[in-house]
């Protein structure tokens, strides 16, 4: 098996098989209770969606960003019909995506997939489309992590995330390093740092 993921859509395929049954991350459950009120989120790089449905359960209206797919259409598929009119979905990449107004933009474990060319356009785009009062909660990969050699991958210091986060109130900050169970099976050496932060 390959340790360093590659953007083919087999790779992702095997991701989604193996995640799609599991549940929302308790991160996103944490944020919600930071709002008062559900409004408009993205969530990028959605995958199957697990986190877009349960934005959408808590009466989120939410755009669902991916450049699978078949990712956009098992959500599709899953989303109950009373949620329908409340899930947009686009299928397109980071480094070219426009994204619009919103109170929440979630990127679950798939920001770093972003070009390293293009991160810092998309970081602007994220921090442009926030509302006041919006929050960004995401992962970025570390300087550490096992699949620096991969250069389509961004990867970060702490340092860098701090500074992307200038124009926001940063809330909260994780730094995670350690040997982890990859999705697809086997250990690897995982540098992450995990951000909730709000646009002043
Ligand atoms: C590790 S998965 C995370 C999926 C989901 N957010 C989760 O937490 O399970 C990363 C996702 O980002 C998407 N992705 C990777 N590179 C991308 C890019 N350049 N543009 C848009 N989506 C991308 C992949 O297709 C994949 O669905």
Do not use: A, E, I, K
């Given at each position: 098996m390959k340790s360093v993921p590659d953007d083919s859509s087999q790779q992702w395929q095997r991701y989604y098989d193996k995640t799609v049954s599991r549940p929302p991350r308790e991160f996103l459950r944490t944020t919600?209770?930071?709002?008062q009120t559900a409004g408009d989120a993205i969530d990028l790089g959605?995958?199957?969606g697990t986190e877009t449905l349960f934005l959408l359960r808590q009466g989120w209206q939410v755009l669902a960003i991916d450049q699978q797919a078949p990712a956009i259409d098992k959500l599709t598929a899953n989303t109950p019909t009373p949620l329908t009119n409340r899930l947009h979905t686009q299928v397109a990449t980071f480094e070219t995506i426009e994204l619009p107004p919103s109170h929440l933009i979630w990127a679950g474990y798939s920001?770093?997939?972003?070009?390293p060319d293009q991160f810092t356009v998309l970081w602007d785009k994220i921090c442009n489309s926030l509302h006041s009062g919006g929050r960004f909660v995401g992962d970025f990969f570390g300087t550490?992590?096992?699949?620096?050699?991969?250069?389509k991958i961004t990867f970060h210091t702490k340092e860098q995330v701090l500074k992307l986060c200038e124009p926001l109130h940063l809330e909260y900050m994780q730094e995670g390093e350690g040997e982890q169970m990859t999705a697809l099976g086997g250990m690897r050496h995982w540098h992450m740092f995990t951000i909730r932060a709000r646009k002043p």
């Open positions: 919600l209770r930071y709002f959605c995958g199957t920001l770093p997939f972003c070009h550490r992590h096992v699949w620096t050699d991969n250069p």
